[in-house]
């Protein structure tokens, strides 16, 4: 299961291949990346996308601005996905823990934050949650 991105991002990501993609992250992430058909728009990316794919990123995205995910937040993205992808193929949250080199506890929140995310669809069959509302005596002031 990819990792979830902005309708942009996705595009990108489909018109790249996920290693040109990356690297693409990895060179200009957390910025604003301005595609111009000019010599130096096809300098800056095709060292790191090859010339090939600038020649079509140019072609799909001349005069637009893109805002490519941070490096650090696709890795992450990724490595919540190969967790998912483990764990629905029956791995312990201790065996996770340990193959990923964190805490159970941080597992079964990556877990849990997923089933949340895919529950949500399903959440307008169940009842409201009640909200409690604390006597105003008890509130600090």
């Not at 690297?23 to 595609?35: A, K, Q, S, W």
């Not at 020649?55 to 490595?79: F, V």
């Amino acid at each position: 299961m990819p990792p979830e991105y902005s309708n942009e991002n996705q595009d990108v990501l489909n018109l790249l291949g996920d290693d040109a993609f990356t690297r693409l992250c990895m060179v200009f992430g957390g910025t604003r990346l301005y595609i111009a058909d000019s010599e130096r728009s096809r300098q800056r990316l095709a060292p790191i996308i090859g010339e090939t794919l600038a020649e079509k990123m140019i072609a799909q995205y001349r005069g637009q601005s893109l805002n490519l995910p941070r490096l650090s937040t696709l890795e992450i993205e990724k490595r919540k996905q190969a967790i998912m992808a483990d764990h629905q193929n029956g791995m312990s949250n201790r065996d996770l823990a340990m193959k990923y080199e964190m805490t159970e506890r941080y597992i079964r929140s990556i877990v849990s934050s997923h089933n949340n995310k895919t529950d949500a669809g399903t959440a307008e069959d169940t009842e409201p949650q009640k909200q409690f509302i604390l006597p105003r005596s008890r509130l600090r002031h």
